[in-house]
């Protein structure tokens, strides 16, 4: 148990110095983890690479990690991510393929994944993504709202109005969720549908958020309904 805590804290020092740029200090503490947790020692020293711009010896570390620990989400993460920042996005694309095979439950990985596809530029590719992820996933919200943006960018307002409606079930109080969808319903529908849309939100999970208070008064008084506005306002004072 004390060799455990001193694990841990020899893990939180290390972390904190990268964050404040005491690479050479957190390369000493890692060298001091490493018989104990040579794990965690290995994701540092990739890390702290990565953060120097030596990117070949990062993914060298970060590859021996994750091969050596295959179910460590993270090592395989962090391969991918070192792949990217070289460059080698076909590489790191596949990288999060093996990390999807492996967890299939990482929604983290999914996401990176679907992000990396679309950059490739093949729509039809990143919708397979994207639905293999929400076979795996289908309580994630965020993948709603990839499935949503990606409904957008294919100029399809119906089916993307109704993925968001899909991640609003799953994640009722995402302020992003009721905003994004808000402004695809003010765009291609009317301010009223926008405004009732966002009265869901302000009377219900969001009561307490000014910013989508806000966003519905807008839309009222762009419907020009200025007592609809107002009154949206002062529930706001008055909760």
Known sequence: MIQTDRAEALRQIAELLLLIGEREAAHAVF???????????????ATRSLLDGHLGQALMLARRAAARYPNDLEASLLAAHCLAEMGRLADARAQLVLTTTQHPGSIVAWLQLIEWTARAGDPQATLQVIQSALAQCDEAALLWQALARWHVKQDAPQPAIEAYRQALLRDPGNRDLWLESAALLLEVTTPRAAALWLEVAVQGPLAHDPGVHVACARAWTTNGDEAQAAAVLARLGAV
């Open 31 to 45: 060298a001091e983890l490493a018989p104990t947790d040579p794990l965690s020692a290995a994701k540092g020293e």
